[in-house]
């Protein structure tokens, strides 16, 4: 098993808008990343562990979907 962290990650995204102006905004997101490393973690399926519950999770362009259970104070885990 790997240890894997929860942070936010903040994006700057540009909108048009009408005369050829932009529009700029912040775009957030809970990211998956290895305790380790730092590095994300992969897109793909994953089963995350927590204590003795075990849950399915996908990243998918760096975003994290299933992982809203999670506590971020205690150590997270990716099963094989």
Same mark, same amino acid.
């Given at each position: $098993?790997?240890? !894997?962290?929860?942070?936010?990650?903040?994006?700057?995204?540009? %909108?048009?808008?009408?005369?050829?102006?932009?529009?700029?905004?912040? &775009?957030? &997101?809970?990211? *998956?990343?290895?305790?380790?490393?730092?590095?994300?973690?992969? %897109?793909?399926?994953?089963? *995350?562990?927590?204590?003795?519950?075990?849950? $399915?999770?996908?990243?998918?362009?760096?975003?994290?979907?299933?992982?809203?259970? !999670?506590?971020? %104070?205690?150590?997270?885990? *990716?099963?094989?």
């Amino acid at each position: $098993m790997t240890e !894997v962290k929860i942070r936010e990650k903040i994006e700057n995204v540009i %909108d048009p808008i009408p005369m050829g102006a932009q529009h700029n905004r912040q &775009y957030r &997101y809970p990211q *998956l990343y290895f305790a380790e490393s730092s590095g994300a973690v992969p %897109d793909g399926i994953y089963t *995350l562990k927590q204590g003795t519950r075990e849950e $399915m999770c996908s990243v998918t362009a760096g975003k994290v979907r299933g992982a809203e259970w !999670v506590e971020q %104070d205690q150590p997270i885990f *990716l099963c094989c």
